[in-house]
Structures are given as structure tokens and as C-alpha cells.
């Protein structure tokens, strides 16, 4: 059995917050530098322009690359041959976000639903955590912004709806949702499992690096398939119109009960700050 200090999980924590906060993923930005050479229209490649003059400010100056730094999000995968000594694991996530939220002058954005009491140090973080073989722990960070978590839904389709059902909600989720997620975005989708469990799989395929596609060839043709259709809305960076409504679409599947047809889209916005680290 391995040991890991929870000293170790907490800096480490504190750091991503910092830097996935300041830093666009290359992976993001590769993207977008893409997307921006096939526009045609004149706003379009501004807004692209502008995205990229942000990324270029934040990461020289230190501030944020948006005034919303998110909720913080994490999905952990841990070995089963590994121990963290000191702390619960669970606590020390929490202590690296109240720390990098802090240090990093970062705005707390996590509240009482509904006195909208702010809990003033971005806690308690979001973790959903996985076992997995192996005495490693993987810790996929995600600033989650509200604009675009607010234009997420989950559904439960009929299941003789299909793909052709799946397809129609994902493009009118989209479609309605129009600038309010700061698009382009990045359009994450679960089909299967259970209604909680299909808005886990949405929220895991955001964590898929851009560019990225399903391993099953057959969902990654899926995938290809509603980005192509979802760019013909013409919504467009920042919803000023244009080729780029959004820039990447995951699906994450799993089965289901013969009753169901559960399916979740969580947006992603053009901030998509995103972050890993193994320890
Ligand atoms: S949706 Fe994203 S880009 Fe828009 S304000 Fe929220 S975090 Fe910032």
C-alpha cells in the first residue's frame, strides 16, 4: 500500500486552482486558434480576437481569465493500493480549494441555495470520486461558471426516442440557451445509466481533452455528427453569429434500465478551465 501525505494533495490542489484559473488549456487554445482561421464573419473573428487577448492578459498579469472563477469541481480517481496519511482525502481537497481560492485571489462563488449566503472560502468543493486499480491518485480539476451550468439539463427520453430523440434535445437545448453560456462552447453529454448517474457522465466527458474523441469509434462518430449539426445554428462566438456555436461535443454512454433513456448536456463555456495532476 502506498502513502500519500495529505499535506501533498492540499498544495497541490491549491495550485491548480491558481493556475487552471490563469492559465487557458493549451488544448483550449489550440482549438480556438482553428475555429477562429474558418471564420468568415467579421464579428466572429473578433470575438475570437478578443478570447485570445484575454488568454495572452491573464496569463501575463496573474489575474483571472474570467470574473466568474467557478465552483470547483473535481473528479478523482483512486488506486486502491494507495492510503492518504494525515487527513481525509475529502478534507484536503476542500483545504486546497479554500486555500488556492484564497491565495490566488479568486472570487468565492459557492453560496446557501437559498439564503445566498456566501460560505466565503468556495467550499464545500464538488468531488465525485472513482476506485481504481493501480496506488496513484488522478485529480481532474474544472472551474465550473455558473452562466453556463445554468443552461445544463438532464431529461428522461422515452426509449424508443433514440439517438434521433437525443439528438433533437441536445440541438434545442442548445439553440435556446443561445448567448447565455458565453459560447463557443463545449457541449458535454451522458446517455444511460440512471438519471443522477447520466448527469455525472455529461459532467465526466467535459474532463476529455479538446480534440479528443470518444475510444469507441461509433460514439466518436456520434460526436463528430451533432458538433456538425449544432454548428449550423449559426449562434456563434458570443452569439454574434458565425461557424463556431461550439467548439468540441463529448458523449460519455453507459447502459440503462429497458424503461429508460436518461441523457444529461452540461455546457462548458469558452472559459473552459480545466486541470489534472497524479499523484
Ligand atoms: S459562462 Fe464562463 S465565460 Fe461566461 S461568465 Fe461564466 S465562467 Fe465566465
Partial sequence: MRTVKAEQIVDAVAKMCVSANRYLP????????????????????????????????????????????????????????????????????????????????????????????????????IIHFDIVPGDRIKIFFMAKGGGSENMSRVTMLAPAQGWAGIKKFVIERVA??????????????????????????AKKSLMRKVGEPSSDPEIARLEAELMEDLNKLGIGPMGLGGKTTVFDVKIEMRPCHIASLPLAVNIQCHSARHEEVEL
Fill in 26 to 125: 493549451e488544448d483550449v487554445k489550440k482549438r480556438f486558434e482553428e475555429c477562429a482561421a474558418a471564420e468568415e464573419s467579421p464579428a466572429a473573428k473578433e470575438v475570437f480576437r478578443q478570447i485570445k487577448e484575454n488568454w495572452e492578459l491573464a496569463a501575463e498579469s496573474g489575474l483571472p481569465l474570467c470574473q466568474d472563477t467557478g465552483l470547483a469541481v473535481y473528479i478523482v480517481e483512486m488506486g486502491e493500493d494507495v492510503h492518504v496519511e494525515g487527513m481525509n482525502i475529502r478534507d484536503a481537497i476542500n483545504e486546497g480549494t479554500r486555500r488556492g481560492y484564497e491565495e490566488g485571489f479568486l472570487r468565492k462563488s459557492a453560496c446557501d441555495p437559498l439564503t445566498r449566503a456566501n460560505t466565503k472560502d468556495n467550499t464545500p468543493a
Fill in 176 to 201: 435556446e440557451a443561445g448567448p447565455n453560456p458565453c459560447p463557443p462552447t463545449m457541449v458535454g453529454i451522458g446517455i444511460g445509466g440512471t438519471f443522477e448517474y447520466s448527469a455525472l457522465l
